[in-house]
Every structure is written in structure tokens, then in C-alpha cells.
């Protein structure tokens, strides 16, 4: 069985476990890291001391993004294609996400994570500016294809879909960007999704 070890509010962490829930893998989730602490021996499986980790027939395994591709390649192929040109339409977005999740960083930390006395509101508007350019791109990529893998699911759609729903979920500006709405609304039919990337932030 895959064990998973992190924190519910993570958004690394929803990745995994929501990509388990979308292909039917059993797993067992510890939670780890924030307010939950570390095992004693967890440096020995993660040297970040992040998470998530997980642990799958001897594997153990860090790195989010890292982790969605080798669950895919050896249970859900199907979400990760054979064809190089087709995966790579999907695989670019797993690492763009990183470039979004620095632009959103302020305003999450901020509007989610500090109490209003200790915000910097500054750093909010600048975070928030900048998480608009970056989603307008995904909205003109979902005008060429319905998701960000193509023209089916696939794992390139699960880093920045942990992420959209977090820039619907903070109270910052937000231009009308109508496919990334669609797609969020799509996302959240998924029941992986609804259940674990689609809860309040924390």
C-alpha cells in the first residue's frame, strides 16, 4: 500500500493524495509537518524535511511534481502518454506551476496564514497582480486545448489545479478569465478533487 506522509492543507500534498484518489490506489496518509511535527526519522527519508514523502513498494520518494509522474508511469499511464510530443503538453505546466506558486506566495501567506494585524497588504497587491498575468496564461492555453494536458485529463492539469482553486478562494482581485472558471468547475466534478484540493485554505 502507498503511504503518504504530510499535512491535509498542504498544497503539495493534495497533489498525491488526489492523484491516488483518481486512479483507485490505496494508500494511508500520516499527518506530518506544520502543527503535526516530523517522525525522528524522517530526515533520513526526506533531507528537506517537506513534504510530501511517500514510501511505495520500497520506493521513498520527495518531490511533489516528481511523485505525480512515477504514480502515473506505473498505475495510470493513461494520465501520463507513451507519445513524448503529447506528454510534454502537460508535463511543461507541472514546472510553470512552480513560477505561479512564487506569485501567489505573498497573498496566500498573508491573507491565509497571518492574523490581519500582520499582514502586509503591499506585498498582497504585488502577489496578487502578478498570480493575474500568470493565470491569464493559462486561460489562453485552455482557448487550444480543454485541459492543460491536452485533450483529455492527465497529470499536467493536477499542480496548477491545486492552485487555481486557491486563487478562486482569496479575496483578491480577479479579472474574468471564463475557460479557467470552466476548467476549475470541471476540476471540482472530479470527487479526488472535491474531497481534498477543494476545502477551505489553512
Excluded at 502518454?81 to 503538453?89: F, L, S, T
Excluded at 502578478?130 to 485541459?147: D, N, Y
Amino acid at each position: 500500500m502507498l503511504t503518504i506522509w504530510g499535512r491535509p492543507n498542504s498544497h503539495n500534498v493534495k497533489k498525491v493524495v488526489w492523484l491516488a484518489e483518481e486512479i483507485g490506489l490505496a494508500y494511508v496518509r500520516h499527518d506530518t509537518a506544520g502543527k503535526f511535527g516530523f517522525p525522528e526519522n524522517y530526515r533520513e527519508m526526506n533531507p528537506n524535511m517537506l513534504v510530501p514523502t511517500i514510501e511505495d513498494d520500497g520506493l521513498v520518494l520527495w518531490e511533489s511534481n516528481a511523485i505525480l509522474r512515477y504514480l502515473a508511469g506505473r498505475y495510470a499511464p493513461q494520465l501520463w502518454p507513451d507519445n513524448p510530443a503529447v506528454r510534454a503538453i502537460g508535463d511543461k505546466w507541472m514546472d510553470w506551476q512552480f513560477s505561479y506558486a512564487t506569485a501567489q506566495f505573498d497573498a496566500f501567506v498573508n491573507l491565509v496564514r497571518r492574523p490581519a494585524e500582520q499582514r502586509d497588504l503591499d506585498a498582497v497587491a504585488r502577489s496578487a497582480a502578478a498570480s493575474a498575468e500568470r493565470m491569464a496564461i493559462v486561460e489562453e492555453a485552455l482557448a487550444r486545448h480543454p485541459w492543460l494536458s491536452g485533450d483529455a485529463f492527465g497529470i499536467g492539469d493536477i499542480p496548477m489545479g491545486v492552485y487555481v482553486h486557491s486563487w478562486f478562494s482569496l479575496d483578491i482581485p480577479k479579472p474574468e478569465l471564463p475557460r479557467v472558471a470552466d476548467w476549475y468547475a470541471r476540476l471540482a466534478e472530479r470527487p479526488g478533487y472535491a474531497r481534498h484540493v477543494k476545502i477551505a485554505l489553512s
